[in-house]
């Protein structure tokens, strides 16, 4: 599977953006699907994921700002980030999970800054 990620930028704190991640290449229904996030000199770590199934899960530090959602006749998974902190800053990554194998997309890059 290919993934393609998109929708980052930058935003002033508060701000919103909407990611997305177009998935070619299988049957984009039966991954579990995900984001993971890098900081400039931090660990990747992983931000949200949703399952094949559509159960979703968050990292504390973005639980009730940002949300997962799957759009399977799309191929398409979401992640809309609301009310943007500076410590949000880092580049994006799209990932997808099957039989124990895990795909990676590019990276988008994401800058909250006034």
């Known amino acids: 599977v290919q993934l393609q990620a998109s929708g980052g930028g930058l935003v002033q704190p508060g701000g919103s953006l909407r990611l997305s991640c177009a998935a070619t290449g299988s049957i984009f229904s039966i991954f579990d699907m995900g984001w993971y996030r890098q900081a400039p000199g931090k660990q990747r770590e992983l931000v949200s994921a949703?399952?094949?199934?559509?159960?979703?899960n968050y990292a504390e530090s973005v639980k009730g700002r940002f949300t997962i959602a799957r759009e399977n006749a799309k191929t398409t998974v979401y992640l809309q980030m609301n009310s943007l902190k500076p410590e949000d800053t880092a580049v994006y990554y799209c990932?997808?999970?099957?039989?124990?194998?895990?795909?990676w997309g590019q990276g988008t890059e994401v800058t909250v800054s006034s």
């Open positions: 949703i399952t094949s199934g559509g159960s979703t």
């Open positions: 990932i997808a999970d099957r039989g124990g194998y895990r795909y």
